[in-house]
């Protein structure tokens, strides 16, 4: 194809693959397309092509992710509004011919399984290292583990008693975004097959952060999550004896080792789970 489609807020390359998306970074531009740049959606990701009308004489030429092809969108789970929608494209209304013409060029080069969910990612995810800060505590994922530090304020009784929290990707079964627009906004990370009912609220989760009013906005948060979906599915996709054992970072096991001795001074913990967990770390070694 090798076009280009200059929208509002947008414009889409399309080329002989995928389409690049490039999103403009201005004012009026919502942050969190503004944060993603650029995305390039390969013709195996799409479902489907729509054109409909739009808002005050435009149009809305939509490209439809599979299920299963894009973590952002699998992460967002349909939470997004319309206008963060990477995915949309609005044009003048008297473009619309044209926006038509290339609806139909993507059209047929949608893949014979187009109405199948994909069996893997073949949207990239925004890179690591990344971080925010929610109302509780500032998340932190470096590619390999995710870090939940707790701030002083805002942070449950449960969540300082549990203390700072890390959790190794390989550990994960997958991420709970909820919108911080939201009432019950927050990020959990899953560890188990059990149900949303039979976990506990986030804020007296360690394994969760919750959102507040300025806290954990979707353009932080959503790109943080989808980042861990990625490495979930993709730690889980390779064989187990394809992955090196490696040595943790000496710093870290000291760290841990001495919040241990806190909890252990404060009797949160007994003489034999000290030892034994002390045992452990240093094993790690």
Do not use: N
Not at 5 to 19: K, N, R, Y
Not at 147 to 175: C, H, I, Y
């Amino acid at each position: 194809m090798g076009d280009v489609l200059a929208g509002i807020q947008a414009t889409w390359e399309f080329e002989s693959d995928s389409v690049l998306i490039r999103f403009e970074r201005g004012i009026r531009t919502p942050k969190l397309l503004s944060v993603l740049g650029e995305r390039r959606i390969p013709h195996e990701a799409l479902a489907s092509v729509t054109l409909t009308p739009g808002k005050r004489g435009t149009v809305a030429l939509r490209a439809v992710p599979r299920s299963g092809a894009d973590p952002l969108m699998e992460a967002a789970a349909d939470q997004l509004k319309e206008a963060c929608d990477p995915y949309r494209l609005v044009l003048p209304a008297e473009r619309e011919t044209l926006a038509e013409y290339y609806a139909d060029e993507l059209r047929a080069r949608l893949s014979p399984d187009a109405d199948r969910p994909a069996d893997r990612f073949t949207v990239a995810a925004p890179p690591p290292p990344l971080h925010f800060k929610a109302y509780d505590g500032k998340a932190s994922f470096d590619g390999t583990h995710v870090s939940f530090r707790w701030f002083r304020t805002g942070a449950s009784s449960a969540k300082w008693k549990a203390g700072d929290q890390s959790f190794p990707v390989a550990e994960l079964s997958g991420v709970e975004w909820r919108s911080p627009e939201v009432f019950d906004g927050c990020l959990r990370l899953l560890r188990d097959g059990g149900t949303p009912g039979e976990r506990a609220q986030p804020d007296q989760d360690p394994a969760a952060v919750v959102f507040g009013l300025g806290y954990g906005p979707v353009h932080e948060s959503l790109p943080f999550a989808a980042a861990v979906l990625e490495s979930i599915r993709t730690t889980s996709a390779v064989p187990a004896l394809a992955i090196p054992s490696a040595r943790r970072d000496p710093a870290d096991i000291a760290d841990r080792i001495r919040h241990l001795g806190e909890l252990h001074q404060a009797g949160l913990v007994t003489d034999e789970e000290f030892t034994s967990k002390k045992a452990e770390l240093l094993a790690e070694l």
